[in-house]
């Protein structure tokens, strides 16, 4: 139990060593945004690396906890955006759906497409910097 203590106290020592000074606002780490799922995925791969080279470890340091602080940041917005852009492939997918269901050819094409677009990334050769 007093390990742990003085672990916290430690991981809260350096965390506290990330903001500029105690005047200013609590500043969380800096996180990487994803714009397109594609990117999100590839943000995912590289961020999943990095934890999972933590989080195998027998013992995770003091270090390695805020490195899994840090590295959260980053994957929480992939996330978001792939679950956004998802959504947004669920509606579009069901239009084109209901466009096909009343022989609407424009509708079908303009919501498959766009269903297209988003989910291309799931399944095409992702290619990561």
């Given amino acids: 139990m007093y390990k742990k203590r003085i672990v916290l106290a430690a991981f ?4 506290a060593n990330f903001s500029a000074n105690a005047d200013d606002e609590y500043k969380h780490f800096p ?64 239009e084109a759906h209901l466009g096909s269901e009343a022989l609407e050819q424009t509708r079908v094409k303009n919501h498959a497409n766009l269903y297209l677009d988003i989910t291309k990334a799931l399944h095409n050769g992702l290619k990561c910097d």
């Fill in 12 to 15: 809260i020592a350096l965390a």
């Fill in 31 to 94: 996180a990487l945004k994803s714009e397109s799922s594609a990117q999100a995925l590839c943000r995912i791969q590289e961020y999943n690396s990095r934890l999972q080279d933590i989080v195998t470890q027998d013992e995770i340091s003091v270090e390695g906890m805020l490195k899994v602080h840090e590295i959260s940041y980053t994957l929480e917005n992939a996330l978001q955006k792939l679950t956004a852009d998802l959504q947004q492939a669920a509606i579009d997918l069901e």
